[in-house]
């Protein structure tokens, strides 16, 4: 049976190193900084990009390979880097591409990180970058210029859960000749695979539901080979590489990625529904909620929904400080896609430092509560916060 025949879950299960001469059924560790070399030849043409082989493990490492390998065939790349956190691939991707001078055109909603980069820390190496309206997607030609270079965006974004056309954006891409990054870290190559939309490159954070239990850190891009290979580059001097250890256990998580974010789809959408009922709940956003303002674009794109929830909760700020005082099962922390649910109310916490009008730019009201949905018994948690929001 031809190898590209294989189901998604098949190749997540096996794509694996070869084995070595102890014949394991499961991929070892590859606990080791360096490799070595059976001569001066050997080690020469190493160095030279002769010989496409392992030398240091900031480099590359076999069980950082595996990984990469399965990212690639999941969203259907050429190439791939892993890295220490889904933020080191956001900033090794983008600094490795933008010189001084040039222009970056962004959705407005994207993760509070990925905003510091782009307004306090590019600026002073002469980036700029301009936001766009992701509710106004006929707008983003205007923010064009002749040195833009890069066009950026999540989808679904964090933390309002809104849903931007990939296709409309391939195209725009396409026609002024940008390069096209879309993070994938709230669908996973599970959900959605952005590069069969016109990306370019696509960025994960591999903590959330790659990884899946809240365990380790690890981030990657993959996408078109040339552009990955000035990535490398970059990264093998700046050294921001996974673990190995790290790498090890996100390609095991992938054996059951797809199983997981069956389960976490389905109970979102089981809690998603249940809010959209509370009284004390304004609005409810949720990709494959009808009443989604992107709802047809979500279906468009994406196998699922997801596993994150944004909801509006009556009575503001107060409300949702007080809703997560009284939260008892779930748990109160910044980190999404764990085995376990997970609430935050952006507006007292992640999104606190901006002001009220910025948070409004980005869809982030007052009362807006974030809610990871786990793999609890769904019922379990719809208990939760229906005493919470009482």
């Not at 490159?201 to 539901?209: E, N, P, Q, Y």
Request: proline share 4%; with cysteine.
């Amino acid at each position: 049976m031809n190898e590209q025949e294989f189901g998604f879950e098949t190749q997540a299960i096996r794509t694996q190193l070869e084995r070595t001469q102890y014949l394991e059924h499961s991929v070892p560790l590859y606990l080791t900084s360096s490799f070595v070399f059976e001569d001066a030849e050997d080690m020469r043409a190493s160095f030279a990009d002769e010989k496409d082989r392992n030398i240091y493990s900031r480099y590359s490492n076999p069980n950082n390979n595996e990984f990469v390998e399965k990212i690639c065939k999941m969203e259907g790349a050429e190439s791939g880097f892993a890295f220490a956190s889904g933020m080191a691939a956001v900033y090794s991707t983008l600094a490795a591409l933008l010189n001084s001078g040039d222009h970056v055109v962004s959705a407005g909603s994207v993760f509070g990180a990925t905003h510091s980069l782009f307004v306090n820390y590019f600026p002073k190496w002469g980036i700029e970058t301009t936001y766009f309206d992701i509710d106004k997607p006929e707008t983003i030609e205007s923010c064009i210029k002749p040195n833009t270079k890069i066009l950026f965006a999540e989808s679904p974004t964090n933390p309002a859960v809104d849903i931007i056309d990939l296709d409309v954006l391939g195209a725009i891409a396409k026609k002024h000749n940008l390069i096209l990054i879309i993070d994938n870290c709230f669908a996973t190559p599970y959900l959605q695979q952005p590069i069969k939309w016109g990306a370019h490159l696509v960025v994960h954070s591999a903590t959330k539901l790659i990884d899946g239990q809240g365990r380790v850190l690890g981030g990657i891009t993959v996408g078109n080979a040339d552009l990955i290979k000035k990535i490398y580059l970059f990264s093998r001097l700046t050294g921001p590489s996974l673990s190995p250890f790290n790498a090890w256990v996100l390609s095991k998580s992938l054996e059951t990625l797809a199983i997981r974010l069956d389960r976490h789809c389905e109970n979102a959408m089981k809690v998603a529904e249940f809010l959209e009922k509370n009284p004390n709940v304004n609005t409810v956003k949720y990709p494959f909620l009808k009443s989604h303002p992107q709802y047809a674009i979500a279906q468009k794109q994406m196998k699922a929904g997801g596993n994150i929830v944004a909801f509006e909760i009556k009575g503001g700020l107060e409300a949702g400080r007080a809703f997560l005082d009284k939260i008892k099962l779930c748990s109160l922390s910044p980190n999404l896609g764990d085995t376990r649910t997970i609430v935050t109310h952006p507006a007292s916490t992640t999104h606190s430092k901006l002001s009220v009008e910025e948070r409004l730019k980005v869809s982030i009201t007052d009362g807006l509560v974030r809610v990871s949905v786990g793999l609890e018994t769904v019922e379990d948690v719809i208990a939760d916060l229906e005493q919470a929001l009482s």
